[in-house]
Nanobody, 118 residues
Framework: QVQLVESGGGSVQAGGSLRLSCAASGRTVSSYSMGWFRQAPGKEREFVGV????????YYADSVKGRFTISRDNAKNTIYLQMNSLKPDDTAVYYC???????????WGQGTMVTVSS
């Protein structure tokens, strides 16, 4: 089992930046590929990006590619989502998740709200 707690959300103007954190407990983040999803008001949850367990390679949704960066700090058992050049369309609740070896996103945090104003 792993528990995930996101932080760092808030309000920012378009073009600004935020860094979200996801602190894990119970098991280390190095045991999982770690992902970020988001859910905007009235919309379905959508994939943002993932960092792999072994190689630390990353993959992003086209909508955030070049603007968002996922990283991990195994010593702090934490992953990060650096968000730059934010747009109003990035407004959503952002969720951290742990993916097991069956590629199932098994564990989820409670989410943190990001609001981008124009």
């Amino acid at each position: 089992q792993v528990q995930l707690v996101e932080s760092g959300g808030g309000s920012v103007q378009a073009g600004g930046s935020l860094r979200l954190s996801c602190a894990a407990s119970g098991r280390t983040v190095s045991s999982y590929s770690m992902g970020w999803f988001r859910q905007a008001p009235g919309k379905e949850r959508e994939f943002v990006g993932v960092i792999s367990r072994r190689a630390g390679s990353t993959y992003y949704a086209d909508s955030v590619k070049g603007r968002f960066t996922i990283s991990r700090d195994n010593a702090k058992n934490t992953i990060y989502l650096q968000m730059n050049s934010l747009k109003p369309d990035d407004t959503a609740v952002y969720y951290c998740t742990a993916r097991n070896d069956r590629h199932v996103y098994e564990y989820w945090g409670q989410g943190t709200m990001v609001t981008v104003s124009s």
